[in-house]
């Protein structure tokens, strides 16, 4: 079973609406949980980071952890096309490790 | 704002050939790392630098690979003897600090490696 599993899309949403990536986990060792995004060309830019369970909101980007199913969302509100990208999760911890394991990355087109 | 910068941005070599991939951190940044991606496929890390020595490193980054800080500024990438299974872009990042904190990770543009 692979570590860190997360649909590749891509997923296609008019401007506006509210998207949801996901990805799921085998490792209940993980303790760290982040969204980078990647632009085309563009090294990954870390959007988010959580630690425990629960929400965590920023702007227009909602980074949900359920440890207990091992699964976690980041939730797009308003897209714009410039969100337009791909959305990689990533976690870490195990061992006191700091070295993120990633998804293989969403592909989001949000067209005007 | 301060960026990572890595060179060249495309390599192309033959199979067996030597390459060194170079990357300007952040001036102020201690930790740097190279990492992978396989067209297609997941982000891979290789190797985590810190005062001059390795405090990390995947089983990907085998007896072929080397890193260096050569002065200051630079932080080196080689591969002695490239595969083709080398092929791939590799993203070098540097962070202040160690920490979980991973939002001082930031990456460079990336260097796509083809190997031929």
């Known amino acids: 079973q692979k570590e860190v599993e997360q649909d590749p899309g891509p997923l296609s949403v008019p401007e506006g609406a509210i998207v949801s990536l996901n990805c799921t986990y085998s490792n209940s060792a993980f303790q760290y949980f982040m969204w980078y995004r990647q632009y085309s060309r563009k090294g990954p830019e870390l959007l988010m980071y959580?630690?425990?369970?629960g929400n965590k909101e920023d702007g227009r980007f909602t980074a949900q952890v359920d440890k207990s199913s091992k699964y976690i969302s980041l939730f797009i509100r308003d897209s714009q096309p410039s969100d337009s990208a791909t959305y990689l999760c990533?976690?870490?911890?195990?061992?006191?490790?700091?070295?993120?394991?990633f998804g293989r990355g969403t592909s989001l087109i949000v067209h005007p | 704002e301060p960026e990572v910068t890595q060179t060249p941005s495309h390599q192309v070599t033959q199979m067996g050939q030597e390459v060194i991939l170079r990357c300007v951190p952040i001036s102020n940044h201690l930790y740097f790392y190279w990492y992978r991606q396989i067209l297609g496929q997941k982000v891979e890390f290789l190797v985590s630098?810190?005062?001059?020595?390795?405090?990390?490193k995947s089983e990907i980054f085998d007896d072929q690979f080397s890193v260096e800080r050569p002065d200051g500024s630079n932080f080196t990438l080689k591969i002695r003897s490239t595969k083709l299974e080398d092929s791939a872009m590799y993203f070098c990042?540097?962070?202040?600090?160690?920490?979980?904190?991973?939002?001082?990770?930031?990456f460079g543009p990336g260097t796509r490696l083809t190997v031929l």
């Open positions: 990042a540097s962070s202040p600090t160690e920490g979980a904190l991973t939002d001082t990770q930031y």
């Open positions: 630098f810190y005062n001059n020595e390795i405090s990390e």
């Open positions: 959580t630690y425990s369970s």
């Open positions: 990533a976690m870490s911890g195990p061992g006191g490790s700091y070295i993120p394991t």
